[in-house]
Structure formats: structure tokens, C-alpha cells
């Protein structure tokens, strides 16, 4: 399900949020015991994956490629999975 709105500074600039269900079974999460993940968009994720990874962040994966933008995972100190988006082109519109 997607919820559009737009950028508060610059209301010309359309975004959305995307909730979405997945399997009880699925690894896309990481741990099993996981039972969902927040998704950040961002606006330069190797400048982010490097300020990350300076504080003793580490990437969990590979950075992954699409149309839409570019992905790449990290984990929070629980170990739990956090993804982060960059749009295509480094706009925060995405692909609608």
C-alpha cells in the first residue's frame, strides 16, 4: 500500500511511504525473529555508508541496484536489520 504526500518545503516534490506485509517465512529481514524493518530513504547512501561505517556501522549485504534507486542494509546494535533507499537520481519522488 502506498501513502503519498508531498515535501513540506517544496510541495511540488510528490513522495510516498510504502507499508507493505510479508511472509511470516520470509529472510528479507535477516533473523528470523524479526517481524518487520524500517526503511529510511536517503539522499547519498555511499556518503551515509561511509559516515556509518565510521562509527563501526557495517553493511549487511551487498548495495543493491534498481530502476528506482539503490538499497543497502545495516543492523542496529540488537542486531536487528534497517534498510535504507536512495531513489533514483537522489530525489526523494522515487518512482511513481
Do not use: C
Not at 18 to 46: A, C, H, K
Not at 53 to 68: I, N
Amino acid at each position: 500500500m502506498n501513502f503519498f504526500w508531498r515535501e513540506h518545503d517544496d510541495p511540488e516534490q510528490v513522495g510516498f511511504t510504502v507499508w507493505s506485509v510479508f511472509p511470516r517465512e520470509t529472510e528479507y529481514f535477516g533473523r528470523e525473529s524479526q517481524d518487520f524493518m524500517i526503511n529510511y530513504r536517503v539522499r547519498n547512501l555511499d556518503l551515509l555508508l561511509a559516515r556509518l561505517e565510521s562509527e563501526g556501522v557495517l553493511q549487511v549485504g551487498d548495495l543493491e541496484e534498481y530502476s528506482y534507486g539503490r538499497f543497502a542494509w545495516i543492523e542496529d546494535n540488537e542486531g536487528n536489520r534497517i534498510e535504507l533507499w536512495e531513489p533514483k537520481h537522489g530525489s526523494l519522488e522515487g518512482n511513481q
